[in-house]
Structure formats: structure tokens, C-alpha cells
């Protein structure tokens, strides 16, 4: 039995031409890093609040600024780089520096003026409560006739 597949030759072409641009840019220009899609970070969801984790190793924290805008969480910092000299011969070079932006729509409204920060380890720890209005409430539910639940509703027994 013959397994046939259905070759795509503009497909390919367009492999190789991403190929080669990755292969370019590591070799001509050095690391480049598009921070925007690369900051990883997690976000956490419970009853209270939101929890963002984001690896950032190597900071400072002073280098960090955290903004709320709306439901927006916008994290930017710079990661400040050695001085170069032309004396030092790199047999590798991987390590970045440089400034980065990311941001995120949060799903709901938060109180802003609750939100508390932590570094550790390169970790930014963002804790973040949600507001009063979208905590989830539980309903009670009154059986019996009508009167009797009025009643109850009211205060009465």
C-alpha cells in the first residue's frame, strides 16, 4: 500500500524563507527579543482575586513599573547591560538587555488601590482583588407558600 502526500511548494518556500530570517537575525544582529509575545507569565483566578506570576530574572525591581488602566495590567522594565569594551572576546553571547512591555486585559473589574506587588527569585508576584460587584454571591432560596416567604423576606416569622 502507497501513503501519497500532496507536496506544497509555496508552503515550503515560505518554511525556509522563515528559516533563514531567524537564521539571519541570531547571526547578524544578535539575540533579538520581541518581549511583548516572550514575558512569560501566568494568570491565576480564584474567589477573591487575580494572581500574575511573571519570570523576569535579573532585574532590579526599581527598574519595574506596574500601571492599571482600566482593566488593563501593563508591566515595563529595562534590564540594564554590561558595559562592552572591545578588549573582551565573547565566544557566546545569550544573555539580553533591554527594555519590555506586556500587557493584559483582565476579565474583570479590580480594586486598584488593593493590588500588592513581590519580586523574588525573578518572579514578580502580582496579587490582585477583584472588585466587591463581581465577587459571585450566593442566593438563598425560601420555600413555603407565598406569604410565609414574604415573611421570612421581611423579617417576619
Do not use: C
Not at 56 to 77: A, C, F, H, S, V
Request: neutral net charge.
Amino acid at each position: 500500500m502507497f501513503n501519497l502526500t500532496r507536496r506544497n511548494p509555496f508552503r515550503e518556500m515560505m518554511d525556509m524563507r522563515d528559516e533563514m530570517d531567524r537564521l539571519f537575525e541570531r547571526s547578524v544582529f544578535g539575540p533579538r527579543w520581541n518581549w511583548d509575545m516572550d514575558l512569560p507569565l501566568d494568570m491565576i483566578e480564584n474567589d477573591n482575586e487575580y494572581v500574575v506570576k511573571a519570570s523576569i530574572p535579573g532585574i532590579n525591581p526599581d527598574d519595574l513599573e506596574i500601571t492599571l488602566q482600566d482593566r488593563l495590567l501593563t508591566i515595563k522594565g529595562e534590564v540594564k547591560g554590561e558595559d562592552e569594551t572591545k578588549d573582551k572576546r565573547y565566544h557566546m553571547r545569550e544573555r539580553w538587555s533591554g527594555s519590555f512591555t506586556r500587557s493584559i486585559s483582565l476579565p474583570t473589574h479590580v480594586k486598584s488601590d488593593a493590588i500588592e506587588a513581590s519580586y523574588e527569585a525573578g518572579v514578580l508576584k502580582l496579587h490582585i482583588p477583584k472588585a466587591e460587584e463581581v465577587k459571585a454571591r450566593k442566593i438563598a432560596i425560601h420555600t413555603g407558600s407565598p406569604k410565609m416567604i414574604e415573611g421570612k423576606i421581611k423579617g417576619k416569622k
